[in-house]
């Protein structure tokens, strides 16, 4: 039986078999074998699946829970961002992408923790915010919602996002605005140029 660590585009954590490319975490989230809390903090990273061959058995009691994500663009909607160790380059690029996009210093790992959780959740709940931005400056590897279920923008189309992988496509909107659940900070990211990683299902 599957069990309930895998993160959705809107950043539920759920049972489904879909495997992730990457892990992650939000704290310590479990008690046992069950999830009994959405994060402990505003640091919600994503890591590399092996890391100097280190490994550890799932739902240590008082240790991380350790989250996975279909793909990279999947874990940027649900609010996520690179890990400073174990994805330092990738750490780096973002980081870099963002004060180049903003117009901003560098930021610290604390700044960027802060901004996103703002722009995630809103304030003092675990309610998910999405952003209606325009659909004519969306970059590829965005997620938006349309008629409810999460999309993925890429090469001129929309790919919808299931528990199985993605699905059907359909043209992508040209005007007017866009849900959109990737939180507006990772958006600007990606249109520096970041190369997140998708799936290749969503270009089939």
């Known amino acids: 039986m599957t069990g309930r660590n895998r993160v959705t585009p ?4 759920e049972a489904f078999a879909l495997r992730g490319a990457w ?8 008690s046992g074998r069950e999830i009994v809390r959405f994060h402990a903090s505003d640091l919600w990273i994503t890591c590399a699946l092996e890391f100097r061959g280190r490994w550890r058995e ?16 999947v874990a940027f909607a649900a609010g996520h961002r690179p890990c ?13 992408a963002w004060a180049e996009q903003l117009r901003v210093p560098p930021p610290s ?3 960027m923790n802060r901004q996103l959780h703002g722009e995630r959740l809103f304030r003092g709940t675990h309610r998910r915010r999405f952003h209606e931005l325009p659909w004519a400056g969306l970059p590829d590897g965005v997620f938006v919602l349309r ?6 923008v890429a090469d001129g189309h929309l790919t919808e996002w299931t ?8 043209p992508r909107p040209k005007a007017g605005t866009a849900t959109v659940v990737t939180p507006p900070s990772t958006v600007a990211v990606l249109r520096a140029g970041y190369p997140v990683q998708v799936d290749e299902g969503a270009r089939r």
């Open 10 to 13: 809107t950043g539920e954590i």
């Open 23 to 30: 892990t992650g975490n939000r704290g310590i989230l479990h």
């Open 147 to 152: 008629d409810g279920i999460p999309a993925l």
């Open 109 to 111: 790992a604390k700044e």
């Open 163 to 170: 528990r199985a992988g993605y699905g059907a496509r359909r």
């Open 58 to 73: 799932q739902w240590l009691p008082n240790r991380w829970t350790p989250l996975y994500f279909h793909d990279e663009a």
């Open 84 to 96: 400073g160790e174990c994805r330092h380059r990738d750490y780096r690029a973002y980081r870099d």
